[in-house]
């Protein structure tokens, strides 16, 4: 990989202010949406080493949100040596717009 893909990787984690203006997701909402990333991320969020899912829990909300867009953009998981993010990219784009996004992370924000 390039040093400017990566230089551009790193900087797409940021939220932008747009992004980080809409926090406010529907827990109930999401916790129905979270039913598809238990199998990899558990019931409590906390991930599983074995399929190297990461603990989602104490997570900044603008990270989850970003990641989420760049799984469902193709920004992760295009390439081939993105293992996990081919893994991670079918699942994240069950989400279809940033409010289911917003939803799963309220959800989330709950098992903290």
Not at 3 to 18: G, H, I, N, Y
Not at 36 to 57: K, S
Not at 64 to 75: A, C, D, E, M
């Amino acid at each position: 990989m390039s040093r400017l893909v990566c230089v551009a990787l790193f900087l797409a984690v940021f939220a932008s202010p747009a992004a980080m203006a809409n926090d406010h997701g529907d827990a109930e909402r999401g916790q129905v949406l979270y039913q598809t990333c238990i199998a990899c991320h558990q019931a409590d969020g906390r991930g599983n080493e074995a399929l190297n899912a990461p603990n989602l829990l104490g997570l900044q909300d603008w990270y989850i949100l970003r990641q989420l867009q760049n799984f469902s953009s193709g920004v992760r998981g295009s390439t081939r040596d993105d293992v996990y993010g081919q893994q991670m990219r079918p699942m994240a784009m069950q989400l279809q717009n940033d409010q289911d996004r917003w939803d799963v992370i309220a959800y989330l924000n709950t098992l903290k």
